[in-house]
């Protein structure tokens, strides 16, 4: 694919005048637009451990196109459990020295703004004088990033495991990832046990991608329900449960098929990492995914895969003490989420296109108890189709431009009271990353980004939804973010 990956050696230094000119302007694209939102920045939004470039003695450009992105190199790699199917795979060969730990943080500025946001005329008045009316609003300033702590590796020759702990930037933590994996068995890459909280085997994947800022630091199309919905499920959110994988020697062809706990990953069989989520269903989901690559000569290396993912969640709660306390949930009803995606190449452009399309139950998609009786006569099942094409150009091994464009439409509403294009969402992303050094011991990528998105009548689709929604269920909220930090890992 690009040669320059292949061999650190080769890489050379760039000036640092194109990455400045380019945070210029987008600073100076921030003081005329006056577009929002308010909220936390990612706290484990993608992940690369230079402890696995020590181990080895490879630069980290020989599992990466641009860090943290995996070329097919890191991904067989990585399917193969972290080994180069040597006898340095064991950790018991390895220098005594030698620890598979990293750690990432993103201090950073950026500048937060939303639209159409319902505060008081008179801030901080009260009286009956004081109206909500819409304005917008806007922070700014210097922030840190969360924080990961990440291990992976060997335990032993064909037994890898992964441990994510992971904070907010106010230091509250929780596992983003935990799993240990029995790989190749019976000799056999086509045979793949993993056990834990992990990611969903996505084409694209959302804990490697290039983008960090509160509007760009997710795919939409990823954590989005009809408006009205009780479904709390993403697709990009990590999940726990059991994973069976397999893929050809090359990683050419590769599939996967997940059992999982119906708790959108939540421990303590609950729907939340932290105390106070909601109990889990007494079901289980499933997600299955499958994708074939191919090498197309000079153009590069391209790559097609489908998924689909079909889950319950409950509707109503047993409970004790006057329905004060919900001990499991039950009417559990169904969803699913199924789809397509690709990684293609022309030359140094390479191109992600995704397509979802998804559906809930009408229950769970009014949020009314299945026990409840026949649902109203305006509720419907609720569906939406959505994708985004993302765009990577490579100028370097140090310089890769981005940008995103993402848009989803709702199919059927929940309710047949709402407007059409209740829910709609718009989404733009650009930005670039500068790596000034990325050897085996550390990593430094200058980071500029700018990312903006509209949501119709909802609360703005980024990062996890903060804002509030409009006024009106027909207005739309913009939301904007402008981001530029050093990310780091060493």
């Known amino acids: 694919m690009f040669k320059w990956f292949a061999n650190g050696a080769d ?13 210029a302007l987008l600073i100076l694209a921030t003081l005329v637009c006056d577009c929002q ?3 936390a920045l990612p706290a484990s939004k993608a992940m690369a451990i230079p402890a696995f470039a020590r181990k080895y003695g490879l630069p980290c450009s020989a599992c990466h196109t641009a860090w943290p992105e995996l ?3 890191g991904q067989v790699f990585r399917d193969n459990g972290y080994q180069l199917m040597n006898d340095r795979d064991s950790p018991i060969w390895q220098n005594p020295s030698y620890f598979p730990i990293t750690f990432r943080i993103t201090p950073n500025w950026h500048r937060e703004s939303t639209s159409n946001q319902p505060v008081d005329l008179v801030p901080g008045g009260t009286g009956e004088g004081n109206v909500t009316v819409s304005r917008n609003v806007t922070q700014a300033g210097f922030d840190l990033s969360g924080m990961d702590l990440w291990s992976a590796g060997t335990l032993y020759k064909n037994i890898s495991f992964q441990l994510l702990p992971s904070s907010n930037a106010m230091t509250v933590w929780h596992f983003e990832s935990a799993w240990v994996r029995f790989d190749n068995i019976k000799g056999t890459p086509w045979l793949n046990f993993k056990f834990g909280r992990f990611e969903l085997d996505n084409l694209v994947s959302e804990k490697r991608f290039l983008f960090i800022s509160g509007n760009g630091g997710l795919y939409q199309v990823y954590h989005f ?6 479904n709390n499920f ?4 990590n999940q726990i449960g059991m994973e069976l994988m397999g893929h050809s020697a090359n990683s050419y062809t590769r599939y996967s098929i997940s059992l999982l706990s119906s708790n959108e990953g939540g421990t303590g069989l609950t729907s939340s990492n932290l105390p ?3 109990p889990s269903s007494r079901t289980y989901d499933g997600n299955l995914a499958f994708s074939q690559a191919f090498n197309a000569g000079s153009w590069g290396f391209e790559r097609v895969g489908a998924f689909a993912y079909i889950g319950q969640r409950p509707t109503f709660f047993q409970t004790t003490q006057n329905g004060a306390t919900q001990l499991v949930g039950l009417g559990n009803e169904p969803f699913y989420r199924i789809g397509f995606a690709g990684d293609f190449y022309i030359k140094n452009l ?4 995704l397509f979802m399309h998804g559906h809930d139950s009408a229950y769970l998609g009014n949020g009314i108890a299945s026990n409840s009786g026949p649902l109203p006569s305006t509720s419907r099942a609720p569906s939406f189709n959505g994708g985004f094409l993302e765009a ?9 431009f981005l940008g995103r464009f993402e848009k989803i439409d709702v199919g059927q509403q929940a309710d047949t009271g709402n407007p059409g294009n209740f829910g709609n969402v718009t989404a733009y992303s650009v930005g670039y990353r500068y790596y000034p050094i990325m050897f085996s011991r550390a990593g430094l990528a200058f980071h500029n980004e700018y990312s903006i998105s509209k949501s119709i009548g909802i609360v703005p689709e980024s990062l996890d939804g903060t804002g509030l929604p409009p006024l009106l269920p027909t207005q739309g909220v913009w939301s904007s973010s402008i981001f530029i930090g050093f990310d780091f890992d060493f």
């Open 11 to 23: 890489r050379t230094r760039k000036s640092w005048v194109r990455p400045f000119v380019t945070c």
């Open 37 to 39: 939102t308010v909220s």
């Open 71 to 73: 070329n097919n190199f």
């Open 225 to 230: 329900n009809v408006p009205g919905s009780a």
């Open 234 to 237: 993403g697709y990009g959110d």
């Open 276 to 278: 106070g989520g909601a």
């Open 350 to 353: 390479e191109l992600l296109p």
């Open 392 to 400: 990577h150009y490579y100028v370097s091994p140090q310089l890769v």
